[in-house]
């Protein structure tokens, strides 16, 4: 399985749910890319190209939807068999409420918000392990199970 996130905050992030969900010798083996930014379009096209050199059973994206998000792009990757996992407006928006604290609605707040909220950036790998420990997650899992993270979770360990 490919998952491509939109930049550096995404990747970290999905970094950290892999080391914490994804099983060394279970037989699954979830590759993380990084589209390095430039919107949704983007993400899927990166996605795209990364699934045409190597055959992947499955691949996703972990993308904003604040840039160039359009039922369009939506399409795009429907069509190319893409999951997409959604963040509304971005994932600075959406980890601060997972881990219980108070998250911004507009994205041009987000990363200031997120700094304040966690002092230090969302594409810092060091902040996953503390801010978002497998207890939280599971517990989130259990409360949220439609929820983005728990979705993306389940997608990682094959249980969708």
């Known amino acids: 399985m490919l998952i491509v996130g939109e930049g550096d905050a995404e990747e970290a992030f999905l970094k950290h749910l892999k080391a914490l969900f994804v099983g060394r010798t279970g037989g699954i083996?979830?590759?993380?890319?990084?589209?390095?930014?430039k919107g949704a379009r983007?993400?899927?096209?990166?996605?795209?190209?990364?699934?045409?050199?190597?055959?992947?059973?499955?691949?996703?994206?972990?993308?904003?939807t604040d840039t160039d998000w359009s039922p369009e792009v939506e399409k795009l990757a429907r069509d190319a068999g893409i999951v997409v996992l959604a963040c509304t407006?971005?994932?600075?928006?959406e980890l601060p409420i997972l881990a219980g604290k108070p998250g911004p609605e507009r994205t041009p707040e987000a990363k200031r918000s997120f700094h304040k909220a966690?002092?230090?950036?969302?594409h810092r790998p060091a902040l996953y392990p503390d801010a978002?420990?497998?207890?939280?997650?599971?517990?989130?899992?259990?409360?949220?199970?439609?929820?983005?993270?728990?979705?993306l979770i389940r997608l990682m360990t094959h249980t969708a």
């Open 29 to 37: 083996e979830v590759k993380v890319g990084n589209a390095r930014g």
């Open 42 to 64: 983007n993400v899927i096209n990166h996605a795209r190209k990364q699934w045409a050199s190597i055959a992947y059973d499955q691949v996703a994206v972990l993308l904003d």
């Open 89 to 93: 407006p971005c994932l600075e928006t």
């Open 118 to 122: 966690f002092n230090t950036d969302a």
């Open 132 to 151: 978002f420990p497998l207890a939280l997650l599971k517990e989130h899992m259990a409360a949220r199970p439609g929820g983005l993270v728990s979705r």
